[in-house]
């Protein structure tokens, strides 16, 4: 009997497990990269002074990320969606003033073709960043129970028995940034999804705003650009 309360004492006393908490570090990395290809398209293609779209979106992504270490996750998902959609809707317009471009041929046909692959780059780098931001309540809401059974994509692990995850030494898999950055690329480059399908609706349409902006840039501007080199 004594045996058993001092085990049982014992397991009382022992702290309990939190599921561990997802980098951020690479998704900061994602819009750090998505703010140096802007840098690098010719003023033709910019939105007012080169500094100012840069400046507004480290501006809104740098206190999310002190509101993240201090706590405040509502204040950081709010300043993250802002400095996403301002990303998006920096994309739009640079993809339209390419397709401009092409027409009243006032940027050279090698920097025409250079911002073609830029744009479809930071094209991967947004809609990743929303997919990551979006799904499953984000990445807060995730890092709050162990695993992943619920969201907006399927992953393959979703699929798998809980023996098999155990077998893998993935019992506890959750997506992080790596894996929507990969169903980002894979959505640009084969206009549709591959091994993770979408299941819910804004998830769908997400996908198919990327895939037509990745078509526009690929099959449309790059093609043409190569063409009058």
Known sequence: MAKDRTETLRHEQSPIEEPEREPRWPAFIAILAAVGLYTGLPE????????????????????????????????????????????????????????????????????LLLSAASLWITNILVFALWYWRLDAGGPYQRDKVPGHSEGAFLFPQMTMSKEKLREVGQQNWSPNFIDYLFLAFNTSTAFSPTDVPALARWAKMLMMLQSLLSLLIIALLAARAVNIL
Do not use: D
Not at 83 to 95: R, Y
């Open 44 to 111: 033709e293609l910019t939105m007012g002074p080169r500094w100012l779209f840069p400046a507004a979106v480290l501006a809104l992504s740098i206190p999310g990320i002190v509101f993240y270490h201090t706590g405040r996750h509502r204040l950081n998902s709010i300043f993250g969606w802002t400095a996403e959609g301002l990303l998006t809707a920096g994309l739009v317009i640079c993809v339209s003033r390419l397709i401009q471009a092409l027409f009243t041929n006032n940027v050279k046909p090698e920097q």
